[in-house]
């Protein structure tokens, strides 16, 4: 019930970096909500903001491919969805970016109060414990994030020569444009299926670090 309320207050309330995040997680501490549940949370959010992005680049990419392999009827109409769907990705995109950055900066306050806690220990055992756990977790969310980040680089790369070929379609939307711009549909198809696979490996970090520490909460 806890993390289910927390994942409801997160879903509905506004997260900033800085001043902001730092007030945010100070009121949900004070609520009940450790940091690393947020930090949970976050990743959830960012996990499943990768999945949404995956699908909405595939979805651009099979739109690209129907422009491109253009027959008949309205290529205008066919264009502007391809438009749309292109447009969905870069909100997609952008969503990724902003739940990492929500990740990292739960991540790196918790770690530094983690830190500064260890030397409230009076027991010189309960902290080596302590700094033992807090090791291994900061070696589980690097991997996780380090994949998280790779994927992340990858849509770029996939979304600029789209934004390039939509643009070049925009005023030229002829047989001959068409034509012009297959070879292009091949090298994206290919950057789509790396990025598919990265992103599938960032899932799985993420559902690998957020069973890690639920299990660690119980």
């Known amino acids: 019930m ?17 001043s902001c995040d730092k007030a945010y997680m ?18 959830k959010s960012a996990r499943d903001a ?11 990419l099979e739109q690209f491919g129907k422009v491109v392999a253009y027959e008949g009827g309205d290529l205008e109409a066919t264009y502007k969805k391809l438009n749309g769907e292109l447009e ?8 990724v970016r902003k739940k990492i950055s929500d990740v990292e900066s739960v991540a790196d306050a918790l770690f530094s109060e983690w830190e500064t806690e260890l030397g409230q220990y009076s ?7 302590s700094q033992a756990k807090l090791t291994q977790t900061k070696s589980r969310y690097r991997e996780m994030l380090g994949a998280m980040k790779r994927a992340e ?35 994206v198809d290919a ?26 909460s119980d």
């Open 191 to 216: 950057q789509v299926d790396q990025l598919v696979k990265d992103m599938n490996r960032s899932i799985a970090e993420a559902d690998k670090f957020i069973q890690t520490m639920e299990k660690d």
């Open 50 to 60: 990768q999945e949404d992005a995956k699908q909405e680049i595939q979805t651009t």
């Open 153 to 187: 680089q990858r849509i770029e790369p996939v979304l600029k020569p789209l934004r390039d070929q939509v643009l070049y379609l925009k005023h030229n939307l002829n047989a001959r444009a068409l034509s012009a711009i297959k070879g292009e549909l091949v090298k």
């Open 123 to 129: 027991s010189a055992d309960l902290r080596r414990k």
């Open 26 to 43: 100070a009121t949900m501490e004070k609520m009940g909500y450790a940091k690393r549940d947020i930090l949970s949370t976050r990743v």
């Open 2 to 18: 806890l993390r289910f309320l927390l994942a409801a207050i997160v879903s509905v309330l506004p997260l900033s970096l800085s």
């Open 88 to 95: 969905n990705s870069e909100d997609s995109a952008e969503a």
